[in-house]
């Protein structure tokens, strides 16, 4: 196997020519955050987010370039668009915040082809619940007739596979596109099943973003009418790649009572609110544990801290998720509650809370859709 390093991805790259200016990736300056990893390779191509349609084309040229070397396993390539800040203009300064503002984030997404909304469910930190309550979510879209497909987003732990007691790897037709796994009538994309479960992830902010990317825009996703994503926890590189440059309908938070979750969950909600992708609403996961023996309940972490976080930062309260052993073996054992036990009232619960999104992407596409014409 021939050896892969850095000169050699650039020589193969200065093939690549820009059609807009004849010239190639290389001699352009485009290429930035070159990693190869055991034959994998991911970069990033700099471009003015102006240009972001136009230059998927050249994102997949260099892409398809690198893959077909000698000894490359995989080639991730994701643009990115750093906006320079305008130039000065001494007789008008007080315009140039104005001039800041101009790009428009939103028009720049590509669509995700045959999916009509992606949903994001994110919490500011693990330990929650959140994955949990993003299968049951999905299952409860399902129950109400919608075609769904989950994106496990947390690459550094992906927990999708054995949630939903998935195994094996994905195939692909033409070695470009990838076909999601199939289960509960689910379609689902994780990284947990390009690895072994016990090997770590030790990738670099590009390769992240690469990677994450590719397993939205570079999956056959058939018609779905929602992609349920399950965000990894925090707000840091994988959350923004997904939240700045996938066309998100709009996020869920979860979060548990007490007052440190509920702190990260802030931060959480807010990283959407500054990228411009609207927040459907809080649960409020582990809210209250009824005991199964005498049925008295117990608020072990408090109770109610979700709903007037809702209220202070004026998003709705979708809806509470009791603390139970049922939900916890169920999600361990790869048999998630609201597929198998249908009507339990814990499945209803995420139902309801399903039924409560989609209302909420019903809104969010009709908003998005134009101005309607009203006949008196």
Not at 264 to 286: Q, S, T
Request: charged share 20%; aromatic share 4%.
């Amino acid at each position: 196997m021939s050896a892969i390093n850095e000169q050699t991805i650039l020589n193969c790259l200065d093939q690549v020519i820009d059609e807009k200016s004849g010239k190639s990736v290389v001699a352009l300056g485009l290429i930035a955050g070159l990693v190869i990893k055991e034959g994998n390779v991911g970069f990033a191509l700099e471009i003015n987010p102006k240009d972001a349609g136009e230059m998927e084309l050249l994102r997949k040229k260099c892409e398809d370039a690198v893959f077909n070397l000698p000894g490359v396993k995989s080639a991730s390539v994701v643009l990115t668009a750093e906006q320079a800040a305008p130039e000065a203009a001494p007789s008008a300064p007080p315009r140039q915040p104005q001039q800041k503002q101009a790009p428009q984030q939103p028009a720049q997404k590509p669509e995700v082809p045959g999916v009509a909304a992606i949903v994001a469910v994110a919490s500011g930190k693990g330990g929650v619940g959140k994955s949990t309550c993003a299968v049951n979510l999905a299952l409860g879209l399902s129950a109400l007739g919608l075609k769904v497909g989950m994106l496990d987003a947390d690459v550094y732990g992906p927990s999708l596979p054995r949630m939903l007691g998935l195994k094996g790897k994905p195939d692909s037709k033409d070695g470009k596109k990838l076909i999601p796994m199939e289960k509960w009538g689910l379609k689902v994309m994780s990284m947990g099943f390009l690895v072994e479960e016990d090997t770590p992830m030790i990738w670099r902010g590009p390769m992240i973003m690469s990677a994450l990317q590719q397993m939205v825009f570079d999956v056959d996703w058939g018609e779905l009418d929602v992609l349920v994503v399950d965000m990894p926890p925090g707000t840091g590189d994988a959350q923004l790649t997904l939240a700045q440059r996938v066309p998100l309908a709009g996020a869920v938070i979860v979060s548990t009572p007490q007052d440190i979750a509920l702190i990260d969950a802030r931060k959480g909600l807010n990283m959407f609110r500054k990228v411009d992708v609207p927040v459907f609403g809080i649960i409020e996961n582990m809210s209250y544990f009824l005991c199964p023996s005498c049925g008295e309940r117990s608020d072990i972490f408090g109770h109610g801290g979700a709903h007037e976080t809702a209220n202070e930062l004026g998003v709705d309260f979708l809806g509470e998720v009791p603390l139970h052993m049922d939900i916890r073996k169920t999600s361990d054992a790869g048999t998630p509650i609201t597929a198998t036990e249908p009507d339990s009232p814990h499945a209803k619960i995420y139902r309801d809370l399903a039924a409560k999104v989609q209302g909420k992407i019903e809104e969010s596409l009709s908003s998005s859709s134009g101005p309607k014409i009203v006949i008196e």
